[in-house]
């Protein structure tokens, strides 16, 4: 897990890219259908499906959903993962990584920005706008600008030193990307400069870029993929490899059970919430983006990111016990993400069923906040901690499959 | 101080923003002459010298300011700051800021990146190449830049919440200046995107920026120079408006006694230094970028950039004194500035030399290094205090003036 090295190499559709067929959706999380599915993933589905032309309306697309002629399907089965409702639908443009250490490839959309938009579950004509724009400048540009990257160093970008760096950057890298997102643009200008693109959309990608603190989560997500990756299906062991939530299930898979999800329902996190919205909106844990807790960082490098607490709740002291609790149930202290104010420990790294079922404490999670209705969006963000019960299922499972 | 609002308004040169006259060179700290100026600033006079083409040999530099043929003059007296020797000729780029709140106007020049560089004292032909491409390509692309940033926003670049947000991601914006940096870079990719210039200019130049995590030091120069200048002459005020280093002399400013120096030798500074260097290769403290402490970041804020042991030494612990003895001296917390590893505290701000005094605590700096023999460069990095004899010697002009 702690050797892998992430490189974002290439830009594509999901289609091009990921064996998806006809009208398939891929979704954040654990397996769900439409009747099960929550507000956002609902209004996220809608979206797409608008998005993709599939469907007219938004009573269209809920009904073919709803009759199956509109699939789901979780994006795990592809290496890939999506923030919140984590919709993938085939026309959309995708980050695409390689781990260099193990050769695999991984996979995630890429970011719109926070309020209202799809991985939230609104669905409107703003949102459908924005995604096509990003289907036909940003993608295009970002897809120019690493293949000058990887002309000039033969490699792409390196998304492990990137994140190390933020997180001695008040970065935890999962709720706040502010310096991941600063590093990245940075990086990637003079390529964008040397591709022999338009002007005209080369501005209006680097200003869309900048204006969203989220840009670089995407990859940051896709990067924790391959890490937690690189530490499935190694026999006996119990750590685990994916943490995920759909909004009415989490989910979580463990190495050496193979990709079998062990779910729970889904809490709803405690944060601070937008002007005008309450816990009473909130909709249960949703997104794939608990693979950066997964890989060590997030929730279990919150020490390193003190300024968060203005974004997620709590205060300076409680971030810094939730590192140092999380120390309890992982596996060892990464060796190249380090916490500076620690005195450049490494960050909690690998979660243990073992560990958790024997200390009772819960891996602790950074999250967005969706309103439960489909259609709205964002309305918060805070923490929340993973059930219990699923890493009582998996010890189970361990033990079945082990008979230890 | 604290209400100062700096703003980067436009880019020129030396001689068409300052009232420099003939062949004059502007050097960081108190008065000097060649005859005591150090290895460092010598170096930097005849790098100068070399690149307006007054001299044609280093001899011919040398010679030439010996005899008065090229004046020296301190930056401080045009309201411009240059880090280690500070060395501004008629025909450099320099950034020029507007204090909103104040009216004045401040200056510095441009990073040229670490290790042999003009302003540690390297003069060698890369050097003046390096400078001359400054001049060519990267100020007409920053000015271009500039200028449509202000098109947009009707105002330029505002500094004061740049510096804010860097201090919560790890920078002190003296020595650490990775997040000032990448947030610069960020928020001006768009405006040189827009600009009509050449690609390949554009590209060279967000290269160079990209690649010199200091690119934005000389830019919070400015800042820290317009806050402090907001305190300066003050009837009564005790606060420390300037210190400054030539590497032969210390010395400071105080807010009630006007443009008076009170200068005490330099000490030499501790730190890491470059392979194959040590102290014994150090020349004594040489700067205007203490203008960043005396506005109450820098090495008064190190406990917001535990990383920044790495390059100046010391521990993270000490780094977290560092800033709570600074505010046994200082007149207040910052009310913009903070530490969120100190719960969000302010950093301390305004030196007080009465405070100095009364405590025997001096303020503490975080410095580059030079080579005490001009044409070599920065050796390492480090931290060093400014010398008692200057408060000493302040009060006691105070008392003179008036009569307490």
């Given at each position: 897990m702690m050797e892998s090295e992430p490189v974002w190499i290439d830009v594509g559709t999901a289609e091009g890219k990921l064996s998806m067929k006809g009208r398939t959706l891929l979704h954040a999380g654990p397996p769900i259908d439409w009747k099960r599915a929550s507000g956002p993933l609902r209004g996220a589905i809608i979206g797409a499906s608008l998005y993709e032309g599939w469907a007219e309306t938004p009573r269209e697309a809920e009904r073919m959903t709803e009759r199956g002629e509109i699939g789901l399907d979780c994006t795990h089965n592809h290496n890939a993962v999506g923030p919140m409702a984590g919709v993938i639908s085939p026309s959309m443009p995708l980050y695409e990584l390689m781990d260099e250490k193990h050769g695999t490839r991984t996979y995630s959309n890429m970011n719109e920005g926070i309020g209202k938009v799809l991985r939230y579950g609104a669905y409107g004509e703003d949102v459908i706008e924005r995604l096509k724009w990003m289907g036909s400048v940003l993608a295009p540009v970002l897809k120019a600008t690493i293949e000058e990257a990887r002309k000039e160093?033969?490699?792409?970008?390196?998304?492990k030193p990137m994140i190390a760096q933020a997180l001695t950057m008040g970065?935890?890298?999962?709720?706040?990307?502010n310096a991941t997102t600063s590093l990245l643009i940075r990086q990637v200008v003079p390529f964008m400069l040397k591709s022999g693109l338009d002007r005209k959309m080369l501005f209006e990608a680097a200003k869309f870029m900048n204006e969203n603190n989220f840009t670089a989560l995407n990859l940051g997500m896709a990067a924790a993929k391959a890490m937690s990756l690189a530490a499935?299906?190694?026999?006996h062991s119990t750590l685990v490899t994916v943490m995920s939530r759909n909004g009415t299930d989490a989910g979580i898979w463990v190495s050496s059970l193979g990709n079998r999800w062990y779910t729970a329902p889904a809490p709803v996190p405690r944060g601070l919430w937008f002007p005008g919205f309450s816990e009473a909106d909130a909709n249960p844990d949703i997104g794939d983006s608990a693979i950066t807790e997964t890989a060590g960082f997030g929730g279990f490098a919150m020490a390193t990111a003190p300024a968060i607490v203005a974004w997620v709740g709590g205060s300076v002291q409680s971030a810094i016990e939730v590192t140092n609790r999380m120390y309890e149930i992982t596996y060892a202290k990464h060796k190249y993400f380090q916490i500076p104010f620690l005195n450049f420990q490494g960050t909690p790294t690998g979660i243990d069923i073992r560990k958790i079922l024997k200390t009772g404490i819960l891996p602790a999670i950074n999250t967005g906040i969706a309103h439960k209705k489909a259609g709205v969006g964002q309305i918060g963000a805070g923490t929340v901690s993973f059930p219990m019960e699923v890493f009582r299922a998996s010890l189970k499972g361990y033990v079945d499959k082990y008979g230890v």
């Open positions: 160093s033969g490699r792409g970008i390196s998304l970065d935890e890298a999962h709720n706040r990307n499935h299906d190694v026999p």
